[in-house]
């Protein structure tokens, strides 16, 4: 699909889509409880689909009940050898670990951009836990043999907070006694909120300068409610609309959230945008914008709205954490250089840092998203203070996170058309 966006003013209110860390961490959190859970708010973009059909082949119940669905489960009984995590980072290194607590045989895989990120981490550390583990030379598919035998074990952090992710849920339902600790960790705020989560179900880690992960008594998980929040990475784009093309006011988002995202009101702030923050609701108004700093080493996923906002501001725009986007979905500091550079805005890579060339005009022009839903949604944003239209290819990308994207970007007054892509006989 082509989206053609047409630069204008923006003014509306919108919802924010549900956040697809805390959705995916709910169903993995019912999967390993007995009992029925009941997941309002929930989410349906790609990887929260994904997350549920693997539940679904490892054991769990799941049904739409009107809004909510609904997850029955009884812990971790695989029904099949194969589990396909689609294209979730998140969703294989969470459910790897869970899906070796049984004593299946099970081969997991996935596809799109999850079928070149690096999945070594786990030959080196399952099988330290008893599991046997090999993969297709750090890649996908993994090949798993469990039951996981929980212990005191040393892990490295510095590549991704989402295998920590994975061995703490699955941990949480068998452990005792046992401490990980954790090396170089990055994205700890992701790792809040794990263990927000599992608290919220049942379990609590006791844990020390997010370094060790103190497993004392064996807990269970506790089937129940819950409401997935509104997602601060996805209403970080609409922030950052409103603050460069007018004003918007963005509902279902907790400024007291556990979400390392809502770091972009910080941003927002030091750009000199207008904003006034509510407990469930945020309205931000463009201002006089200037270059500013930021450190997105724990908040990466904000790299792709920081560089739409920078854009938009007088001045260079240092962000520090460049190395942390080599392995998303596309390598994204080199594709936001390159797709931003289509528009006429020069970016920087230097080391760690990326620096951005802001306030010299944006330029209409063609871009892809490289099949990376971030890339597509800053675009987006990008296309509304351009000199003539932008046209996104491939820009079904969103619908890994937040499929409702370019309707809540109309909702809130911009101007686009779609474009589907023909279908070949
Ligand atoms: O735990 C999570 O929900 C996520 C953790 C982050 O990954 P890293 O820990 O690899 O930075 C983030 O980029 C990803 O989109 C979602
Ligand atoms: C990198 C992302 O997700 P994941 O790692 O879960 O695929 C993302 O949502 O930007």
Redo the contacts with the bound molecule.
């Keep these: 699909m082509k989206v053609i966006l047409s630069p204008g003013e923006i003014r509306g209110t919108v919802t924010a889509n549900p956040s ?2 805390a959705m ?2 709910a169903v993995a959190a019912a999967l390993l409880s007995n009992g029925r859970t009941l997941i309002h708010n929930p989410g349906f973009s790609n990887d929260c689909l994904a997350a549920l059909e693997v539940a679904e082949n490892l054991g769990a119940r799941i049904r739409r009940v009107g809004e909510d669905i609904e997850i029955t489960s009884n812990g971790v009984k695989p029904f099949y050898d194969t589990i396909n995590c689609g294209e979730s ?2 969703g294989i290194r969470m459910f790897t670990p869970i899906a070796a607590l049984a004593d299946l045989a099970i081969t997991i895989n996935g596809h799109g951009s999850l079928a070149t990120r690096p999945m070594d981490f786990f030959e080196q550390v399952l099988p330290q836990l008893g599991v046997q583990c090999s993969t297709n030379q750090g890649k996908l598919p993994l090949h798993i043999k469990g039951p996981l035998q929980p212990k005191d074990i040393t892990i490295d952090g510095s ?4 295998f920590l ?1 994975g061995l703490l849920m699955a941990y949480g339902a068998v452990a005792e006694n046992a401490t990980i600790t954790v090396k170089d960790l ?2 700890k705020p ?1 790792i809040a ?2 263990l927000q989560l599992m608290e919220q179900f049942g379990v609590k880690v006791e844990q020390r300068n997010f370094e060790q992960f103190r497993f004392g008594k064996k807990q269970a998980y506790r089937a129940g409610e819950y409401t997935v929040e509104g997602d601060w ?1 996805g209403a970080a784009f609409l922030l950052v609309a409103a603050a460069v093309a007018g004003k918007a006011e963005v509902h279902h988002l907790n400024t007291q959230s556990a979400q390392s995202d809502k770091a972009i009101l910080q941003a927002l702030e030091k750009a000199g945008a207008h904003i006034m923050p509510g407990v469930f609701t945020v309205i931000v108004e463009k201002g006089g914008l200037q270059a500013f700093d930021f450190d997105a080493t724990d908040c ?2 904000l790299f792709p709205p920081l560089v739409a906002l920078a854009a938009n501001c007088n001045g260079t725009t240092k962000i520090k954490g460049v190395s ?1 986007l080599a392995h ?1 979905e596309s390598d994204r500091g080199k594709t936001l250089q390159e797709e931003f550079g289509k528009m006429g805005i020069r970016i920087e890579l230097m080391g760690d840092e990326m620096l951005v060339h802001g306030g010299t005009g944006i330029k209409g022009a063609g871009v892809h998203s490289h099949n990376d839903h971030r890339i597509a949604m800053a675009c987006g944003v990008a296309a509304l203070t351009a000199d003539k239209p932008v046209v996104i290819d491939n820009a079904e990308a969103i619908n890994k996170s937040y499929p409702e994207f370019f309707e809540h970007l109309q909702k809130i007054g911009a101007s686009l058309t779609r474009e589907e892509a023909a279908v070949k006989n």
């Design positions: 697809k860390s995916q961490r980072g998140l590549l991704s907070s989402q992710t990055k994205s992701y909120l794990t990475s990466p996923d942390r998303k």
